[in-house]
C-alpha cells in the first residue's frame, strides 16, 4: 500500500482520478512502483488529460509547488 504521500489526485473538476504508484498507469505505460514525480513530464491524466500540474498528493501537497514551476 502507497503512502498517502505517494498518492496524487487530480484536482479538475469532475475528474477524481488518483495517480497510485503500487498500481502505475497501463495506457501510458508506466509500470508499477513509479513515483509520481518520477513520471514524465509529457504524462498526461488518464481521465482528463491534466497535466501534473493539476496534481495534488493526499496529504495535501500541489506539485506544481513541491518543484517551484
Ligand atoms: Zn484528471
Redesign the pocket.
Known sequence: MARPEDMWQ?Q?TN?G?TYDPDRGDRKAKIPKGVKFEDLPDSWR?P????TKA?FQSLTGVRFKEQVGV
Open positions: 487530480c479538475t475528474c482520478y491524466c481521465v482528463c488529460g491534466g493539476c
